[in-house]
């Protein structure tokens, strides 16, 4: 069995996710989440929980200045001391975060990654409550009819259907 990777070293391609609202220019999808208050009140909460080293000073002074926010992952990552995010440059390069912020981000993209992620949290946790309530997890009926009912409650053509629309509004009119 191998090493535990540490919870805060897990990250997923938030590149990937962008793509999947604007394919041509993630890094600019990417830059309007970071340019967000709220996006930044999240990381910092983040941060703060996980990284002793965060500048707190620093972001401080970035959410109280006057106008515009204008936020990048390198920016991000220098000014705070970040580790939630990670940028690479090159041909494997792209923005990496931590799954808990890259969740976040994906909740921002639109409401059919909002409702995908809740499914699964939701499914999770009817596993995670029969993993220790019942002995037997796989054998237990009451398991089993849990997870039908959880699985059976996805409505999978409407969510085929809702990837055939536009979904920019929804994320862009939730921005601060």
Same mark, same amino acid.
């Given at each position: 069995?191998?090493?535990?990777?540490?919870?805060?070293?897990?990250?997923?391609?938030? +590149?990937?996710? @962008?793509?999947?609202?604007?394919?041509?220019?993630?890094? !600019?999808? /990417?830059?309007?989440?970071?340019? $967000? =208050?709220?996006?930044?009140?999240?990381?910092?909460?983040?941060?703060?929980?996980?990284?002793?080293?965060?500048?707190?000073?620093?972001?401080?002074?970035?959410?109280?200045?006057?106008?515009?926010?204008?936020?990048?992952?390198?920016?991000?990552?220098?000014?705070?001391?970040?580790?939630?995010? +990670?940028?690479? @440059?090159?041909?494997?390069?792209?923005?990496?975060?931590? !799954?808990? /912020?890259?969740?976040?981000?994906? $909740? =921002?993209?639109?409401?059919?990654?909002?409702?995908?992620?809740?499914?699964?949290?939701?499914?999770?946790?009817?596993?995670?409550?029969?993993?220790?309530?019942?002995?037997?997890?796989?054998?237990?009926?009451?398991?089993?009819?849990?997870?039908?009912?959880?699985?059976?409650?996805?409505?999978?053509?409407?969510?085929?259907?809702?990837?055939?629309?536009?979904?920019?509004?929804?994320?862009?009119?939730?921005?601060?």
């Amino acid at each position: 069995m191998g090493a535990l990777v540490p919870r805060h070293q897990v990250l997923s391609q938030t +590149t990937d996710i @962008a793509k999947t609202k604007n394919s041509l220019e993630s890094r !600019v999808v /990417i830059s309007n989440w970071l340019s $967000s =208050y709220s996006t930044i009140d999240f990381l910092a909460l983040w941060e703060s929980l996980y990284n002793p080293n965060l500048n707190r000073m620093e972001f401080h002074t970035v959410r109280n200045e006057s106008g515009r926010l204008v936020m990048t992952p390198t920016r991000w990552i220098e000014k705070m001391n970040a580790i939630g995010i +990670t940028s690479k @440059a090159g041909k494997y390069g792209g923005t990496y975060a931590h !799954v808990d /912020i890259a969740f976040e981000f994906a $909740s =921002y993209i639109g409401k059919v990654m909002k409702y995908l992620l809740m499914l699964l949290f939701l499914t999770g946790f009817v596993l995670i409550f029969a993993a220790f309530r019942y002995d037997g997890i796989l054998e237990n009926n009451m398991v089993k009819g849990m997870i039908l009912i959880a699985v059976s409650a996805v409505p999978f053509k409407a969510f085929v259907d809702m990837f055939n629309t536009d979904d920019t509004e929804d994320s862009e009119s939730s921005e601060n």
